[in-house]
């Protein structure tokens, strides 16, 4: 039973925009955290944004600091990710996440992943 559902993925050139959603409809597990994980090709999945439920804030890893932001909208049940001023090396698919186990903000500490949505910068 698939619980995430990505899309918004596409082809854009450098210096665009995307805005990456991930539908909960189907989810009822734990809220508590929530992020946006992506894996270039060839290279390990890496975490992009992490947002806290409890308070509404927000973590960014420091490559997409200030040009992506990650946000929860409880109405439409849809987890977004705002990705502005792309760069070739943004290239990835990106995954959404939820279920945090606690510890460390990696892949291992999140038991329930989407199937991914592909973005691709040329430059």
């Known amino acids: 039973q698939v619980q995430l559902v990505e899309s918004g993925g596409g082809s854009v050139q450098a210096g665009g925009s995307l805005r990456l959603s991930c539908a909960l409809s189907g989810y009822t597990g734990s809220r508590n955290y929530m992020a946006w994980f992506r894996q270039p090709p060839e290279k390990k999945r890496e975490g992009v944004a992490l947002f806290a439920t409890t308070d509404s804030s927000a973590a960014y890893a420091d490559s997409v600091k200030g040009r992506f932001t990650i946000s929860l909208d409880n109405a439409k049940n849809t987890l977004y990710l705002q990705m502005n001023n792309l760069k070739p090396e943004d290239t990835a698919m990106y995954y959404c996440?939820?279920?945090?186990?606690?510890?460390?903000?990696?892949?291992?500490?999140?038991?329930?992943w989407g199937q991914g949505t592909q973005v691709t910068v040329s430059s």
């Open positions: 996440a939820a279920g945090y186990r606690g510890g460390l903000w990696t892949e291992g500490n999140f038991a329930t």
